[in-house]
T-cell receptor
């Protein structure tokens, strides 16, 4: 079985500060890992994904994440937060034998203070 | 053009009613999904179709019945609505059922009174 844990349901940073959203996963087979963003009253948009290629993955809007197998982690970072980054962020896991089924974490709400 | 669209956007109805939510994608994808997001924003997959065939059927009450008339459409019919069905329902699509990126629709906000 697969699972995802996002540490911190709410993270608050100042504009220009580092953004770090934590995600740990559990999977008995090599995982595919995803970060999605959800703006208020909208659907989800893919930020980035890891599918067994480079362990450091760059995504849209300046976000990146590093797959660390030894730590079973896939934390999301951005060097400098913008006000427009305020949203809900979801980490998700899947694998080759899941038929595309995404298992989502609980979500982390990111607030950005001016 | 909207890639994945859902209708209606909002749905308010009484307990016991039957309702449908429609989803269409114009991306030429083979795989479509239904997810439920509850009031705590937790997302859980309900169903998935690949080339009009059901490939994922999670533990969902049989009051929920998906139907895929063609690869571009995946509808969700709900019978005998209950209070606990109130949620946001998202449709998504992807090129295939593996590691492909899933593109989500804007969601249908269902409120059962």
């Amino acid at each position: 079985a697969q699972s995802v844990t996002q540490l911190g349901s709410h993270v608050s940073v100042s504009e220009g500060a580092l953004v770090l959203l934590r995600c740990n996963y559990s999977s008995s087979v090599p995982p595919y890992l995803f970060w999605y963003v959800q703006y208020p009253n909208q659907g989800l948009q893919l930020l980035l994904k890891y599918t067994s290629a480079a362990t450091l993955v760059k995504g849209i809007n300046g976000f990146e994440a590093e797959f660390k197998k030894s730590e079973t982690s896939f934390h999301l970072t951005k060097p400098s937060a913008h006000m427009s980054d305020a949203a809900e962020y979801f980490c998700a896991v899947s694998s080759y034998n899941q038929g595309g089924k995404l298992i989502f974490g609980q979500g982390t709400e990111l607030s950005v203070k001016p | 053009d909207t890639a994945v669209s859902q209708t209606p956007k909002y749905l308010v109805t009484q307990m016991g009613n039957d309702k449908s939510i429609k989803c269409e994608q114009n991306l030429g994808h083979d795989t479509m999904y239904w997810y439920k997001q509850d009031s705590k924003k937790f997302l859980k997959i309900m169903f998935s179709y690949n080339n009009k065939e059901l490939i994922i059927n999670e533990t969902v009450p049989n009051r929920f019945s998906p139907k895929s008339p063609d690869k571009a459409h995946l509808n969700l019919h709900i019978n005998s609505l209950e209070l606990g069905d109130s949620a946001v329902y998202f449709c998504a699509s992807s090129q295939g059922p593996g590691s492909e990126t899933q593109y989500f629709g804007p969601g249908t906000r269902l409120l059962v009174l």
